[in-house]
């Protein structure tokens, strides 16, 4: 059974940081991409990143990282926003030869963790 827990989200004053998590397991992680997506209060689900690809709204502010030896996908959130504010997904892709190209289309994840609330305050 698959299952990825995101966790580290929190309150945080504008201009601050967090870092998130989302551990995976029942999985073989290096076949994986793990992305992140945010919700925000009455929005769509908008894709964040995936590796090296961010989207252009936290491009040079947020930062993904991976520690294989713990199936753990990090997000470091930095100068965060208060739109940044949001219900932060991770899910994972299956590693192909156009997974990293559609990062962007949630229909291209095969598995959704639960979630975990970031709430930026001014």
């Known amino acids: 059974q698959v299952q990825l827990q995101a966790s580290g989200g929190g309150l945080v004053q504008a201009g601050g940081s967090l870092r998130l998590s989302c551990a995976a397991s029942?999985?073989?992680?290096?076949?994986?991409?793990l992305g992140w997506f945010r919700q925000a209060p009455g929005k769509e689900r908008e894709f964040v990143a995936l590796?090296?690809k961010y989207s252009q709204s936290v491009k040079g502010r947020f930062t993904t990282s991976r520690d294989s030896a713990k199936n753990t996908e990090y997000l470091q959130m930095n100068s965060l926003k208060r739109e940044d504010t949001a219900v932060y997904y991770c899910a994972a892709a299956l590693r192909t030869s156009d997974s990293f190209a559609y990062a962007y289309n949630p229909e291209i994840y095969d598995y959704w963790g639960q979630g975990t609330l970031v709430t930026v305050s001014s």
């Open positions: 590796s090296s």
């Open positions: 029942g999985l073989t992680f290096s076949r994986y991409h």
